[in-house]
């Protein structure tokens, strides 16, 4: 086992530049999430990490060793790719074990490893298959378990569990964490689903066209994310982003004036008369029915918020609601009674808001 | 449109198709009954024989020894003329009547079979590595390379066969048996390489790279991955692949009959063929007989090629 240490990385492919300037360490036995919008570099940089492309500029370093001229053959990685990549002329059994039997593992160590992976992955049915006969779902199972049979030192997931179902993913995810748990190998996990990047990550890396945006526990990300972007790819239903303007220890969205308990943040600005324009960032689910609200917390109001549709989910109830000209998504709970065209008072801590730069995305600090 | 035909056009379609086919046909078939017709059928336009006749290929295989020919009338006439010495009278007689040269088929067989099989082999691997390298590794001067392969195919054949020859001389391989036999075993390998290259590396180009990334991630080499991975991937288009050279190597007259012309002993069959039509041991039903032996390892292979080539091996290993 080791850790893994990015510094500076640089990609090309030819002329566009892919990953910009990455830095990135990653502790031995970590598990780290990449979490990313379509396109934005996760995979490269996985397949940096593997050897399977050439590093611009940089350096990788796996343990203390550098890695940038290690074939990827020999930097003993086991890696699920986003394709499964299985070799189609091998069954299920034979691609599972094709690495172990590679490095001449002895045989007993092979059958018992591949039993407990089978096992786990719930593959027993399908050894003799060969990878045609095997549904999608199926076979991602098999591109897993011929990564985790392997005594590899690191662990590189290409977005594993994107073709199976909401059950056997959230099955898997609770699988993954536990083999983590037992082997302690270090893990980069590759993903855009940003459920599965908070609940299995011990740390988080969000990326966005190459660049690093923010790194942290998911909750660090969660509940303080440095920018616009992360705060809104974090979470789900997303961040509301609404226009406002910042006073003197408060906030005035919409004529509603949020006062803000834990002083005003940019405070070394000379703030404006008629105040700066900011966004100001709430999470649909921080909000409160002021019907509902507990007397002893010191909360913002808005008020007479309109309520353009409601959506029950359950437990959750998720309303499309207007406040002056800007629309946001509120999730409350069953107890609201308010019905759809009806106006609402809507209570929320300003501890758990955000207020961005206009023109950066950054948080004001 | 599909399956709307009516009946007529199903059967027009069918008669087209059998006349196609019948014309195709034809010629072997007409050379198969001759080879099985006795000498007063030969005139008979029937294809069938009026009395099976299967004595050219036993002679052929070697099953019962030649027959002599009669020596011609013109011949006689000719020998009878007192002018002539006994010495000069029994050599005319003893090319008429030794058998011994008629036609060792086993043997022209076996010439030709490692000739053809050799050039195949070595054909085959080299074609492995070639198209390997030109369809996934990317190197200087490879456009160039890759035109030029096409290139030496376009050109070929006769053009190339006085100068060829002329090297082989001047380097002193024409000389000997061994010599002319590498010689033509080269170019076999280069006459059949852009062919094997270009095929082999159309196939290879439809295996996924990822492939041999995972097999690079299991503990692979690039060059233990070509055999774990691509070559049991593509064994139908190799098997083409052999089938092809094979093919070429065997039916080939003109390298031969420049290289191997001294050589008796090495003729390979359509060497032998030829001789034998020039030959006083000219006889229809031999002639036939010869030419349906030398068809039948081809016709054999492509049948074996067809069954081969049923695609999809590679399927189902990475989400499209
Ligand atoms: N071989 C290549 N040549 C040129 N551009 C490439 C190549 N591979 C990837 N790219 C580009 O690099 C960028 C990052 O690609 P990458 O595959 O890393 O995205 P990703 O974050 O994994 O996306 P996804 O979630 O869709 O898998 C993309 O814009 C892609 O077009
Ligand atoms: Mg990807």
New interface residues.
Partial sequence: MAGIRLENINKKFGKTEVLHQVNLEIGDGEFVVLVGPSGCGKSTLLRLV???EDITAGNIFIGDALMNRI???HR????V?????????KNVRENII??LK??HAPKDVIESRLSKVVNILGLEDFLAR?????S?GQ?QRVAMG??LV?DAKVFLFDEPLS?LDAKLRNQMRSEIRRIHREYQTTSVYVTHDQVEAMTLGERVVVIRDGYIEQQGTPMEIYLHPDNIFVATFIGAPSMNILDARLFDGYVELEGCKLVMENGTPGQHRELPKTGLPVKLGIRPDFFIDRRHAGDGEALAVIHNARIDLIEPLGFDKELDVQIGSQLMKVRLDLRTQATEGDTIDLCVDMRRTHLFDIDTGQRLQ | MLGKRTWVENGLLAAAIFVVVAFCLFPFVQILSTSLKHQFDWGNPSLIPVKLNWNAYGELLGIRSAEQVDVPDSVKRLLENPSISESQRRKILDRYQTTSDVFPFLRYFLNTFMLSASAAAVSLCLSVFGAYALSRLRFTGQTVIQRSILFVYMVGGVLLMVPLYQMSVKIGLAKSVGGSLVSLLLIYIIQTLPVSLYMLGNYFRTIPYALEEAAAMDGCSRVEAVFVIIIPLSVPMLMTVFVYCFIIAWNEFLFASVFLKQFHQWHTLPLALQTLFMSKNAIWDRIMAASMLTMIPVVVCFLFAMRNLTGGLAEGGVKE
């Fill in positions: 593997a050897g399977l074939e990827p053959q003993n990685i086991a890696m790719f986003q394709n499964y990549a299985l070799y189609p002329h094709f690495g590679r490095a060969k990878p045609a006969q095997l999608g076979r011929r990564a392997r073709n």
